[in-house]
């Protein structure tokens, strides 16, 4: 959204309560289920827009409701413009998941691939001081910090010990992690989730959006306005206090910390202890 909305001349700040950048995300996978995406079709995967249409409905189960029709027809309407954005306009680049099929494959309009894409690896030497300020990736998902990818470079790794080519594969990769170690005191080659907040930070530096860690969203400020409240500014604390940012076009919400809260926990549901 950052990203988008500095491509469009909107002036940008991201607000992020950690001290570095990139969360849960920086640790997760990386795919995102966009079916009819442009990496599909440029290889010849092409469906009816009405099969992950129907594949939802059987998922998330029937009938909808009018505010879940909507939020599902604008996800499979805008996430393919989505991809196409980023690939033309920014950093960040996909691989396709054009093997891969949906996780309940034996449900009525399954997809057995062409549904997801990945964030490429990402060179993260292009962020120069800003790779310090993301989140690692998670040492239990690395070999000795470094970051593998699902597909070819996981079997390269698998398959060391049985194949010449894949042994190289896998010197070249370690060989570039230990200089990495020494030059910048971390892996750089970025996989998965890591890749993907990597290069979106490369994208939202280069739109000159402003970047404030350890900055929390503690409160929104609304106007009423023709009798309608509308959202017009941020209330964020920070290290030096307190913060009020008034916003001329909107404030997004992209967070999930609602398991952290203990005490909107205990207003939705019972919570024993041992």
């Given amino acids: ?18 001290q570095r950048l990139g969360g849960t995300t920086a640790w997760s996978g990386g795919w995102m289920w966009i079916p009819r995406n442009p990496l599909a079709r440029e290889a010849g995967v092409h469906e009816d827009p009405q099969a992950p249409w129907s594949y939802l409905q059987e998922e998330l189960g029937t009938p909808w409701g009018q505010p879940q029709a909507a939020r599902v027809q604008a996800l499979l309407r805008h996430g393919p413009a989505m991809v196409d954005f980023f690939r033309r306009h920014t950093a960040l680049q996909f691989i396709d998941g054009n ?17 997801s894409v990945c964030a490429a690896p990402f060179d993260g030497r292009a962020l120069g001081a800003d790779l310090a300020r993301i989140e690692p990736p998670l040492p239990p998902n690395t070999l000795w910090g470094m970051g593998i990818a699902a597909g070819s470079d996981l079997r390269h790794f698998i398959n060391a010990l049985h194949s010449w080519a894949s042994f190289k594969h896998v010197a070249r990769r370690l060989t570039r992690h230990a200089i ?95």
């Fill in 1 to 18: 959204a950052a990203v988008t909305a500095a491509h469009l001349g909107m002036k940008v700040i991201v607000a992020e309560k950690a």
């Fill in 99 to 115: 093997a891969i099929p949906d996780f309940h494959g034996q449900r009525p309009h399954a997809g057995l691939g062409g549904r």
């Fill in 180 to 274: 990495d170690r020494l030059v910048h005191g971390q892996g750089t080659h970025m996989v998965n989730g890591h890749a993907l907040v990597g290069a979106l930070v490369k994208s939202a530096t280069a739109a000159q959006v402003q970047l404030w860690t350890q900055h929390a969203g503690v409160g929104l400020l609304t106007d009423t306005q023709a009798g309608a409240e509308r959202v017009v500014g941020a209330e964020l604390l920070g290290p030096n206090g307190r913060l009020i940012v008034r916003a001329e076009r909107g404030v997004v919400l992209s967070c999930g910390g609602f398991p952290r809260d203990v005490a909107r926990l205990r207003e939705q549901v019972r919570i024993e202890t041992c």
